[in-house]
């Protein structure tokens, strides 16, 4: 089992940039593939980004492809989301989920573990 938490969230004005941390607890944060998802008032959850075990593929929502860049340092057990060019719609509780399961992931129900989230609100 691992418990994530995340970080890094804020007030930001459209055009800047923030970067997310999600550090997880336990020796095996490298057997879990990750990802962000993101819920913004009245509209449901939605995928972000993810990433495999070892880093080396990722996957991105096509909103925030080119802008956002999804990371990880076993090394450190944390997972990254780096996100530039904000907009408002950006404007959302993150949150960072895990899962066993051998492949990336890019819906809900295939994580098993969730941080609290933190909130990223963008002004216009």
């Known amino acids: 089992q691992v418990q994530l938490v995340e970080s890094g969230g804020g007030l930001v004005q459209a055009g800047g940039s923030l970067r997310l941390s999600c550090a997880a607890s336990?020796?095996?944060?490298?057997?879990?593939?990750m990802g962000w998802f993101r819920q913004a008032p009245g509209k449901e959850r939605e995928f972000v980004a993810a990433?495999?075990?070892?880093?080396?593929?990722?996957n991105y929502a096509d909103s925030v492809k080119g802008r956002f860049t999804i990371s990880r340092d076993n090394a450190k057990n944390t997972m990254y989301l780096q996100m530039n060019s904000l907009k408002p719609e950006d404007t959302a509780v993150y949150y960072c989920a895990g899962t066993l399961q051998i492949t990336i992931a890019t819906t809900d129900d295939r994580y098993d573990y969730w941080g609290q989230g933190t909130q990223v609100t963008v002004s216009s």
């Open positions: 336990g020796r095996t944060f490298r057997n879990y593939v």
């Open positions: 990433i495999n075990r070892s880093g080396g593929i990722t």
